[in-house]
């Protein structure tokens, strides 16, 4: 006789512990993290010294620490949460999924409806060029199926020859064993053997830094060197170019409007595919739902993750062309498989959450929030462009910068020794606000897209806050000029 399916234990919450039981349980957390946990990203000995701050919950803009402190979030977690923390319809998306149906495989031909639906919703709004899905697990997962697909691409359709990568210099395409080298930043290369012989740079497309700052003139430079780099390695053995439409971990880096569509031109003149990183840039994060759609690019391939799900479950995506799709299809033997998969591509949670997040930026309001709002983020930048510290001020949509240095007249910064990136994190931290302090002194942010303007207001009050007394530190005020 078949038994029945026990009922859910239920366990009542614990009750809510006094103020030292708190203080001594935090404690514990951290004694446990300084012994366990591995942190993406981190100087692993001094992280142990430092110990970990614990995040306890959020919402919309706003994060509480486990020591009771209320932050302004100006970066969205990592670039990520996008429509804010605590969303009840996006709990309830997944909760709902995960009483139906907690796994679907995507092998053997089975699939599950979430997996399916957002497929379709994917491709509707993405650049019509893009026909196909391949869902992973996050940002570094999609770059690395993108790299695997175009490799058997070109093999499939009899160039097997075109084994080269061009990337731009201070470009992030994640951390993935392959698609570290395609990122041009040296911490991810560092005891890794990275780059790979097959990758290669050409300069970032730089307003600020460049030489000569003219829209033009940046953009026939990156034209330019992509020519003459694709000519040094030969045509017949470059396969791709991938880029983000605003180099996020690069120092948010904008080139000027025109600059995609001129690379995709050029990338198509040369034979090779043109890839574009929308993982940052996706989901309304620079006004549009794609950067791309800005100036009407129709990638090969495209790469997308973060605000996919709003950082709410991991999950990413690799959007192909028709183009890409049909030359591996059709030239694949019958019966034979493309070996490439994932236990947890389609996860049908991940989906669910990702159609609810896709519905809140559309029949939400959130992208047309994020729109109307961008220009109070704008002006809470630009706003302090007047301070002795600041040389530059960029933005685009809700994704901006402010760029540190120590003579606005000849754009020099600071050395690295003075330690300042963690410094200013630290002095951010105490003002209660979070963004993310690059190393050579970049502040990025990227609010989300639900933020108000009255938030926009105390993200520039808080932020003058924190560079007053950056500059107040002894060694940064010997050194500012003006």
């Known amino acids: 006789m078949q038994q029945p399916i026990p009922a859910p234990i239920v366990v009542e919450a614990p009750a809510r512990p006094s103020a030292a039981q708190g203080q001594s349980a935090l404690q514990s957390l951290r004694a446990l993290d300084r012994e366990h946990l591995i942190h993406p990203v981190s100087a692993w000995r001094a992280h142990e010294r430092r110990g970990v701050t614990v995040l306890e919950s959020g919402h919309g803009c706003t994060l509480r620490d486990a020591d009771g402190n209320e932050l302004l979030d100006a970066f969205a977690g990592l670039w990520c949460v996008n429509i804010g923390y605590g969303q009840q319809s996006v709990v309830d998306a997944a909760t709902e999924q995960l009483r139906k149906l907690p796994y679907a495989t995507g092998y053997f031909s089975f699939g599950s409806e979430p997996a399916i639906r957002l497929a379709d919703k994917l491709i509707e709004i993405s650049p019509a060029s893009l026909r196909h899905v391949y869902f992973s697990g996050g940002g570094s997962d999609a770059v690395d199926a993108a790299v695997r697909l175009i490799v058997q691409y070109w093999n499939s359709v009899g160039k097997p020859d075109k084994k080269h990568f061009v990337t731009l210099q201070r470009g992030y395409h994640g951390s993935s064993s392959t698609g570290a080298g395609l990122t041009a930043l040296p911490a991810f290369h560092r005891g890794f053997d990275l780059p790979l012989p097959t990758q290669h740079y050409i300069p970032s497309p730089n307003p600020y830094r460049s030489a000569d700052a003219d829209p033009q003139a940046v953009i026939a430079a990156s034209v330019a060197a992509l020519r003459a780099k694709v000519a040094e390695l030969g045509a017949g053995n470059v396969a791709a170019f991938f880029c983000e439409p605003i180099q996020g971990s690069g120092g948010v880096i904008i080139p000027p409007k025109g600059w995609l569509k001129a690379m ?145 007249a000849t754009k020099q910064g600071f050395d690295p020794k003075l330690g300042l990136a963690d410094r200013i994190s630290d002095i951010a931290y105490r003002n209660k606000l979070v963004f993310r302090s690059f190393a050579d002194q970049i502040l990025g942010f990227a609010p989300a897209l639900c933020i108000t303007e009255a938030e926009c207001e105390l993200l520039g009050q808080r932020l003058r806050r924190v560079l007053d007394e950056t500059l107040a530190l002894p060694e940064v005020r010997a050194i500012v000029k003006g």
């Open 264 to 408: 995709q031109d050029t990338a198509r003149e040369l034979d090779i595919l043109f890839v574009v990183d929308e993982v940052i840039t996706g989901f309304g994060r620079t006004g549009p739902m794609f950067a791309c759609d800005a100036e009407g690019v129709q990638p090969d391939l495209m790469t997308l993750a973060k605000g996919l799900t709003a950082g709410y479950i991991p999950m990413g995506a690799t959007l192909l062309s028709d183009k890409v799709y049909a030359g591996i299809a059709d030239n694949t033997p019958p019966g034979v498989v493309v070996g490439h998969g994932a236990t947890y591509s389609g996860h049908p949670v991940a989906a669910a959450v990702a159609l609810e997040v896709i519905r809140l930026y559309q029949e939400g309001g959130i992208l047309a929030h994020g729109q109307k709002v961008a220009s109070h983020f704008a002006k809470a930048l630009e706003d302090l462009a007047d301070h002795p510290l600041v040389g530059d001020v960029r933005h685009r949509g809700l994704l901006g910068a402010i760029e540190l240095v120590s003579d606005k």
